[in-house]
T-cell receptor, first 118, second 113 residues
Framework: EAEVAQSPRYKITEKSQAVAFWCDPISGHATLYWYRQILGQGPELLVQFQDESVVDDSQLPKDRFSAERLKGVDSTLKIQPAELGDSAMYLC????????????????FGPGTRLTVL | DQQVKQNSPSLSVQEGRISILNCDYTNSMFDYFLWYKKYPAEGPTFLISISSIKDKNEDGRFTVFLNKSAKHLSLHIVPSQPGDSAVYFCAASVDQAGTALIFGKGTTLSVSS
């Protein structure tokens, strides 16, 4: 069964360092989402792509976070510099698209990258 | 202010009994509601959904009920099994067109044998 791939699974870094996370969505999925889940909370959207275009990045802290999906396939989320409060699980999800009804837009999540900032 | 609330952080149920997980929301624009299940070290997996035009959706052991006037939905699992032990997230969206989901904080379900 097709899955969303993420790497690394775990990342430990010191504050002020740069970190990057990678996501490979399910083949053919046009929509890609990055969510952040802080311990004890639900996932919160950071950025949403439709193909290579950003659809929603209103909750992305743009002073330190950046995201790209250059060829409309895989995506990279970067944090520079990392802060202690960035420690969280970073989840990537994908869906077929943004039309066609609910099942067409079911979001499939990857296993996540757990970031610890020391 | 949280738009999707799961006020019970945890729930313990015996195997074979019914599990009822509750969720409240504040945004009347929400049109589509979902439940996701999450095991440790894995991403959330889709469980069941319901459109705002319905009040019930059933899929095997899982049934979701929606009460729009009360802005409340619930997930019923009957019968509960030990493998159902996980964190359950309620999520909502303003449409079914791929808009990002708004999640609650989750409820940890423990099913004992």
């Amino acid at each position: 069964e097709a899955e969303v791939a993420q790497s690394p699974r775990y990342k430990i870094t010191e504050k002020s360092q740069a970190v990057a996370f990678w996501c490979d969505p399910i083949s053919g999925h046009a929509t890609l989402y990055w969510y952040r889940q802080i311990l004890g909370q639900g996932p919160e959207l950071l950025v949403q792509f439709q193909d290579e275009s950003v659809v929603d990045d209103s909750q992305l802290p743009k002073d330190r976070f950046s995201a790209e999906r250059l060829k409309g396939v895989d995506s990279t989320l970067k944090i520079q510099p990392a802060e202690l409060g960035d420690s969280a699980m970073y989840l990537c999800a994908s869906s077929l698209g943004t039309s066609g009804g609910a099942r067409y837009n079911e979001q499939f999540f990857g296993p996540g990258t757990r970031l610890t900032v020391l | 202010d949280q738009q999707v609330k799961q006020n019970s952080p945890s729930l313990s149920v015996q195997e074979g009994r019914i599990s009822i997980l509750n969720c409240d929301y504040t945004n009347s624009m929400f049109d589509y509601f979902l439940w996701y299940k999450k095991y440790p070290a894995e991403g959330p997996t889709f469980l069941i959904s319901i459109s705002s035009i319905k009040d019930k959706n059933e899929d095997g052991r899982f049934t979701v009920f929606l009460n729009k006037s009360a802005k409340h939905l619930s997930l019923h699992i009957v019968p509960s099994q030990p493998g159902d032990s996980a964190v359950y997230f309620c999520a909502a969206s303003v449409d079914q067109a791929g808009t990002a989901l708004i999640f609650g904080k989750g409820t940890t379900l423990s099913v004992s044998s």
